[in-house]
């Protein structure tokens, strides 16, 4: 073998054996965004269980020729094609994790006060503000449905629902959910303070009553009863939810209950989180779309606010003992930040003012709200 020859065949080896030759300027702009989100999640602490996976995985996946997305010459699923195909696609991952959100839920509050049931229905206004306001940007009616359940402020939601109407969004729509969750403290309290005046936000709520371990125990029995009677779509997500809760306030499977809690949902999360980023490769999530998701999420995280603290506003016209309208933002879901954010805005107007618990109740029915919203988008779609 001649010099020439070897030389020739060194570059041949070099152009179709490594990624530098096909490393595109998308390839490049995508590698950033992923160290931006692995900046978020390390330095500012923005939701880091998933936007460091997410991050890491947009980081990993534009790369060019990894054998991590696509199919192999057999037609098995490359490495995190695996995850997401089993996982995502299968609609496995979300219900687990709602699993696990379950055992984590002490519905007590939202028992004692289930007139808050109401106010976590209408803090989803900006569900259906969003859904049409995304077709007038030549957005498909799945695609819209997909983009508008972001308001709802639940990832396992709104990647469930992306993942049955619309996958190729998924990326973007996860990453704007749970973006915007992490901002929750950000966006929430000049909304809440706009629709509100400092005596408002001084109403006292009368300490919730004592719920007892029967009542725990029949509320998840009951509540999938109603909710899988009435939007049968949503029975995976709203089952394990329950479920989970059931094994919690059983008290008799702890060891179940602390592996849903831990051990079971850091590993899903960890599958969802490279599942999702690597979903965002250059070639498609650099177009228009996941832009207006992103301006469009903001706008149904402020409008959901909206709706909530309105609805607390129109109840309290027929309450003898009118409700702090701040717990209306909590029933956006984003258990429990927007409840944190409800309570730490009531203690600015009055220090002695403890709202967390009342705004627990709004919180919890937000995240049976927003999987109720996403049923319907499935019943009506699929």
């Not at 903001?298 to 027929?318: E, S, Y």
């Not at 003012?353 to 919180?363: E, K, Q, T, V, Y």
Request: proline fraction near 6%; charge should be neutral.
């Amino acid at each position: 073998m001649t010099w020439e020859q070897i030389v020739e065949l060194i570059q041949n080896i070099l152009i179709s054996q490594t990624g530098i030759p096909n490393l595109t300027g998308g390839n490049i702009v995508m590698i950033c965004i992923g160290l931006l989100f692995l900046y978020l999640a390390i330095a500012k602490e923005y939701e880091p269980l998933l936007l460091l996976p997410i991050g890491f995985g947009i980081f990993l996946v534009n790369f060019p020729i990894t054998p991590l997305m696509g199919y192999s010459e057999h037609g098995t699923p490359e490495l995190i094609r695996a995850f997401y195909k089993y996982g995502v696609e299968w609609e496995i991952i979300p219900c687990v994790i709602f699993l696990g959100l379950g055992a984590m839920t002490d519905f007590g509050p939202l028992i004692a006060n289930p007139k808050t049931l109401i106010v976590g229905a209408g803090a989803q206004l900006g569900v259906f503000v969003t859904y049409i306001g995304t077709l007038f940007f030549g957005f498909t009616l799945k695609e819209a449905a997909s983009v508008g359940i972001i308001g709802g402020a639940d990832g396992p939601t709104t990647i469930y629902l992306t993942a049955k109407l619309a996958p190729h969004l998924l990326g973007a729509n996860a990453l704007a959910a749970y973006s915007y969750m992490a901002m929750v403290p950000l966006i929430q309290p000049p909304i809440m303070r706009l629709l509100t005046t400092v005596s408002q936000r001084k109403i006292r709520m009368r300490q919730l009553r004592p719920v007892s371990t029967r009542e725990k125990l029949i509320f998840p029995l009951i509540g999938c009863t109603l909710i899988v009677l009435l939007i049968p779509a949503v029975a995976p997500l709203m089952g394990m939810f329950m479920f989970g809760n059931l094994m919690r306030e059983s008290g008799v499977v702890k060891r179940l209950s602390d592996t849903a809690q831990n051990a079971l949902m850091n590993i899903v999360t960890i599958f969802l989180g490279l599942s999702v980023g690597a979903t965002m490769q250059a070639e498609v999530f650099l177009n228009y779309k996941p832009l207006i998701i992103f301006a469009f999420g903001m706008v149904d995280f402020a409008v959901c606010t909206v709706g909530g603290i309105l609805t607390v506003h129109i109840m309290n016209l027929f309450l003898k003992e009118k409700m702090n309208p701040l717990i209306g933002s909590a029933g956006v879901s984003a258990v429990p930040m927007s409840a944190r954010v409800s309570h730490s805005e009531g203690l600015k107007a009055d220090p002695d003012n403890w709202l967390l618990m009342h705004a627990m109740g709004p919180n919890l029915a937000g995240v049976i709200g927003s999987a109720a919203a996403a049923g319907m988008f499935i019943a009506m779609f699929q």
